[in-house]
């Protein structure tokens, strides 16, 4: 019997994607205790329900424009332990800052990223336990087009590729298995990072968010 993942909602106007995706929860432990298409339904159920994750398409009727993200904010704001997910079929920066400001239990992919199951679901727990996760492409994104007055310009190359990993919502352990480095080597870049970007002593969760909203902002 798969693992108690929590209770989900989903909802996508995709009524294929919407069922598929509800279809592969269920079958990897996850109580899927709602799904619609539309925001209106979704702010409805999560109230109903109080699920442990929402995971919402961002454009949804009746524009298809920020629909999505506009009822995510709401949860955020009314059920802010509730994990949210969104989905979106193109990278769009300025929506997955916003969303990931609003702190942690929160990720951005896109929407193929859910053809890598495995990958997939070990974001969703991630997410879960507190991460906040921006998918790859948008840190490349992001990478690729700097301000002329860089934050992360103190910052040595393996620093970024720390910090980038570090967006993507990996623990230390994750980032040094992806690095291939040991643990303790990337706590020294972590704490170094921080540092460096001179972000002041709190919590290590809160202080890692502040780090990669900081990295994001730096387009």
């Known amino acids: 019997m798969a693992a108690d993942h929590g209770r989900v909602v989903v909802a996508d106007d995709d009524v294929l994607l919407r069922e598929g995706l509800s279809s592969l929860l269920s079958g990897s432990g996850f109580d899927v205790v ?20 929402v995971i919402v398409d961002i454009r949804m009727p009746p524009s298809h424009t920020t629909e999505g993200l506009d009822a995510a904010r709401v949860i955020r704001e009314q059920l802010p332990e509730t994990a949210i997910l969104v989905l979106s079929a193109h990278v769009e920066v300025e929506q997955a800052t916003e969303l ?14 859910v053809s890598d199951v495995e990958d997939f679901l070990a974001t969703l727990d991630r997410i879960v ?4 996760v921006v ?10 087009a700097r301000r002329v007055v860089d934050p992360l310009e103190a910052l040595s190359q393996r620093e970024r590729e720390v910090l980038a990993l570090m967006a993507e919502g990996r623990s230390n352990a994750g980032i040094a298995h992806k690095l291939w480095v040991t643990e303790g080597t990337v706590e020294k870049h972590v704490r170094s990072i921080l540092m460096k970007l001179r972000i002041a002593d709190a919590s290590d969760d809160h202080r890692r968010v502040l780090a990669v909203l900081t990295f994001l902002d730096s387009d």
Not at 36 to 46: D, W
Not at 100 to 113: D, H, Q, T
Not at 135 to 144: C, N, R, S, Y
């Open 34 to 53: 709602g799904q619609c298409g539309n925001p209106t339904e979704l702010l409805a159920l999560v109230r109903e329900h109080r699920p442990d994750l």
């Open 100 to 113: 990931l400001a609003s702190g942690r239990r929160s990720g951005y992919l896109l929407k193929n990223r």
């Open 129 to 132: 336990k507190g991460a906040a």
């Open 135 to 144: 998918d790859p492409a948008l840190v490349q994104e992001l990478l690729a």
